[in-house]
């Protein structure tokens, strides 16, 4: 990942770290699935065995297609100051 940042910033391209985030409610998910339909990275995905939902962050785009999605208010958007 360094080198490929490296390369764009050789190339005049700006990167910097994202202030935002998502987060899962662990106490508010129902685990429904509602949410995993809407990800488009598979950064939300259901587990065979139980039909849970996992939530894995460096997947997650912040694309943030998950947060209406949840009728329980399970997903939400954040800043790294909050």
């Known amino acids: 990942m360094a080198k490929a940042i490296e390369s764009l910033q ?3 391209v700006r990167v910097r770290e994202l202030a ?3 987060q899962r409610d662990a106490d508010k998910c129902t685990h429904c699935g509602a949410c995993v339909g809407q990800c488009p990275t598979g950064a939300l995905s259901t587990r065979p ?8 962050t460096k997947k997650c785009i912040l694309c943030e297609l998950c947060v209406p999605a949840c009728a329980f208010g ?3 958007a954040a800043h790294q100051n909050d």
Do not use: H, L, P
Request: proline content about 0%.
């Open 20 to 22: 935002r985030y998502i």
């Open 10 to 12: 050789k190339q005049g």
């Open 49 to 56: 065995a139980d039909y849970g939902v996992d939530f894995d």
């Open 74 to 76: 399970a997903m939400s």
